[in-house]
């Protein structure tokens, strides 16, 4: 599988018209721009395993006896792309006054490029599949409704979810469509994050209408939400989380990117910083305050994919801005904080940008314009039937894989 970036592709690119839209895209977002991209081939997700325990080490003495294990444990995640398309409409006459129909259309597809991007990129932060949940039977005595929200990482074609409450204790306890045992039973309060067996798979459960009275198994069914990827702010687990200290959150501080660095470990990929503007200028604020150094000093020609770029740096480690990190957490009086993430980039590490060629089928084949890397189509539709315009499409088939839970990590709660 190809898991070069979007800028290392681009490289690679004589399709004029691929280049075009990759080049569109890249300028938008430097987190889009430098996440390796890995090729489902025409599928549409991918299941992996993630480590969840290792072997328990024996410590015999002379002629002991070691102790056998089995505990080497794994779970399994699974990761989707979703559908980003874009019909532009070009006005024949129109396009002859803007100097022909050619110019037209590349102008579209530019736009088309950038809408997408731009989707991506806040997807990445934000996104939020949102599956839309049924409840099929309820099965708790006393008990006539539920409202269960289902969290990222699962696949609504391995049946159904279970949900079971034991009286006794007053817990509940889930296990997620395609998974073989419950998770570990929590005490149940309404609106309670509770976990599968596979623990990169949960939801959260209010219990409603009548008295808890009896033990019960709500059973739930998922389908398509919002069709949208799953971001980071879902995708990072709470042990990777730094929450701020002070009433009103924290101003960032060089301490709270060291601990970023630190809580990533894993190494299957070079690490980065990702932040909103506004943080990136309080930590060149910060670099400059330190002593005897020169703003230059926390520069490099260092690249998160290999390829040799200027990007700012701390402590070696880049510094990639994303836009569509939003400026809206709260804490105290606090309204407008922000997020600062750290990950590692690549196929077996923290984050990957995954696509499926599927956006292109033996149907398009006449309709094509270009078919670029990245699973990227351009496709001309040709006369709208009942207006005299012509119609391009622009589309790609992206998702976001986060092969590690120590591959990425999050301090909340920025104030500048």
């Not at 990702?274 to 000093?297: C, K, P, Q, W, Y």
């Amino acid at each position: 599988m190809a898991s070069l970036s979007l800028t290392e592709l681009l490289k690679g690119t004589s399709d004029p018209v691929a280049a075009g839209v990759i080049e569109h895209i890249i300028t938008v977002d430097q987190l889009v721009a430098n996440l390796p991209m890995v090729s489902l081939g025409v599928r549409d997700s991918l299941t992996y395993r993630r480590e969840k325990a290792l072997p328990a080490v024996s410590k015999p003495a002379s002629g002991g006896t070691v102790t056998a294990t089995a505990l080497l444990e794994f779970t399994r995640a699974t990761s989707y792309v979703r559908r980003m398309v874009v019909d532009q409409d070009i006005d024949v006459l129109d396009a002859g006054a803007a100097g022909g129909m050619t110019n037209a259309r590349a102008e579209a597809i530019g736009k088309a490029s950038k809408a997408i991007a731009r989707t991506y990129g806040d997807d990445i932060i934000t996104g939020n599949s949102n599956w839309t949940v049924t409840i099929n039977e309820v099965g708790s005595a006393g008990n006539t409704g539920a409202t269960i929200v289902a969290g990222p990482g699962h696949d609504p074609r391995l049946g159904p979810g279970l949900v079971k409450y034991t009286h006794s204790g007053v817990t509940v306890a889930y296990k997620a469509p395609g998974d073989v045992e419950f998770g570990t039973a929590v005490a149940y309060t309404s609106g309670v994050k509770v976990y599968s067996g596979n623990e990169d798979k949960w939801v959260t459960v209010a219990l409603t209408g009548g008295t808890l009275a009896a033990n019960g198994t709500t059973v739930f069914t998922l389908s398509a939400g919002d069709q949208e990827v799953d971001g980071l702010q879902r995708l990072v687990v709470s042990g990777q989380t730094i929450s701020s200290t002070g009433t009103n959150g924290d101003a960032i501080a060089l301490a709270t990117l060291d601990q970023l660095a630190d809580l990533v470990t894993d190494n299957g990929g070079p690490k980065v910083y990702i932040m909103n503007r506004r943080t990136r200028r309080a930590v060149a604020a910060l670099l400059r305050a330190a002593g005897g150094a020169t703003v230059s000093e926390f520069k490099a020609e260092i690249s998160p994919t290999g390829q040799a770029a200027t990007f700012p740096t701390y402590n070696g480690i880049p510094i990639l801005v994303s836009d569509w990190i939003p400026l809206t957490e709260s804490k105290g009086s606090l309204s407008t904080g922000a997020s600062v993430y750290c990950a590692t980039l690549g196929e077996n590490a923290g984050l990957a940008a995954i696509y499926s060629d599927a956006s292109m089928d033996a149907e398009d084949a006449g309709e094509l314009i270009s078919r670029g890397p990245g699973g990227l189509t351009v496709l001309n539709l040709g006369t709208v039937q009942n207006a005299d315009v012509k119609r391009v499409r622009v589309k790609a088939y992206w998702g976001l894989l986060n092969k590690s839970e120590k591959g990425i990590a999050r301090a909340s709660e920025i104030t500048n």
